[in-house]
Nanobody, 122 residues
Framework: QVHLAESGGGLAQAGRSLRLSCTAS????????LGWYRQEPGKQRELVATVETNGRTKYADSVRGRFTISRDNARNTVDLQMNSLKPEDTAVYYC????????????????WGQGTQVTVSS
């Protein structure tokens, strides 16, 4: 079983920065995607940014240029540096670890963290 532990959420003023961190513990096999998603009350969870084992990244249009995702494969961690924060970035941010299935024998898993609140005041 894999456990994802998030940290770094909190309150920030618009224009300031926050950094989220997520550590995956347990046995993790194969290639995968580590990422951050967010969810506002009454809305669907949405992708913020993801990074694959090989370093390939993906960003939501709303955060591209302001947020930077990075991972450390040796430590099984993923960070999200959030700069130039906006009130619309306010949400619960979730860490996700999802296998990339490249063959029929590849491991297949999908884990979520508990979430961390990010609140941006105007």
């Amino acid at each position: 079983q894999v456990h994802l532990a998030e940290s770094g959420g909190g309150l920030a003023q618009a224009g300031r920065s926050l950094r989220l961190s997520c550590t995956a513990s347990g046995t993790i096999r194969g290639v995968n995607t580590l990422g951050w998603y967010r969810q506002e009350p009454g809305k669907q969870r949405e992708l913020v940014a993801t990074v694959e084992t090989n370093g390939r990244t993906k960003y939501a249009d709303s955060v591209r240029g302001r947020f930077t995702i990075s991972r450390d494969n040796a430590r099984n961690t993923v960070d999200l540096q959030m700069n130039s924060l906006k009130p619309e970035d306010t949400a619960v941010y979730y860490c996700r670890l999802k296998a990339i299935v490249v063959a029929i024998e590849s491991p297949n898993y999908d884990y979520w963290g508990q979430g961390t609140q990010v609140t941006v005041s105007s």
